[in-house]
């Protein structure tokens, strides 16, 4: 169960029974105590493929703490968390200190060493030969030999350009709600299911 302190979970559809679905992700009697604070004992949680799940509650109650926790940044004291193998885009609610280079290589960064190789290939692409070095151009140019890597880079591409993004702006000189639509194209490349933490925050309505 939840405690009182704990957001409540609005479901959009239907309530979740196990003996008849298989979730996409959901958690089963965890507890979850931090910094003294028990946030959850017990809990149970689910969503289902294609739900839309609002989560609410007043400052500090544990929006952040379970989103988290859900997205597999924090371990629970007890119970299980399953994810059926899905992979889910994040948005955190604040964005890191530690992202750092231009708005195309940080998007890519997701995509781990395909992320890599991608962004070399757009230094390639943009003229930027000169700023790579062996190995990341051996990269580029094993990417160039396939058709399914060029394909990649074209979503990579599109994501950044749907949301108005320059991607080859230097992150660290963007302002804050720009800063928040390069984490938000992150998580729209990663998956298509998405866990997103006050995702509004500095965006502009069309955004």
Not at 95 to 105: H, N
Not at 158 to 171: C, G, K, M, R, T
Request: proline share 4%; charged share 20%; net charge negative.
């Amino acid at each position: 169960m939840f405690l009182e302190s704990v957001p409540r979970v609005f479901w959009p559809h239907y309530l979740f029974f196990p003996e008849q679905r298989m979730a996409l992700l959901s958690m089963q009697n965890v507890t979850l105590n931090l910094g003294g604070k028990p946030l959850l004992q017990n809990a149970d949680f689910a969503i289902e493929a294609g739900e839309r799940v609002c989560l609410t509650g007043r400052n500090g109650a544990g929006k952040s703490s379970l989103l988290a926790l859900l997205g597999g940044q924090l371990e629970a004291d007890s119970g299980t968390i399953v994810r059926s193998g899905a992979l889910f885009g994040q948005m955190p609610q604040t964005v890191p200190e530690s992202w750092t280079g231009t708005v195309f290589t940080l998007v890519a960064a997701v995509l781990g060493d395909e992320g890599k190789a991608l962004a070399a290939a757009h230094m390639v692409a943009s003229g930027q030969v000169s700023g790579l070095g062996k190995a990341e151009q051996a990269k580029a140019n094993s990417l160039a030999e396939g058709g399914h890597g060029w394909e990649r880079y074209g979503e990579v591409l599109a994501v950044i350009n749907h949301l108005e993004l320059d991607p080859d702006a230097d992150f660290s000189a963007l302002s804050g709600g720009t800063k928040r639509r390069v984490a938000l194209a992150r998580a729209l490349i990663c998956s298509e299911d998405l866990i997103l933490d006050e995702p509004t925050n500095h965006l502009d309505l069309t955004t």
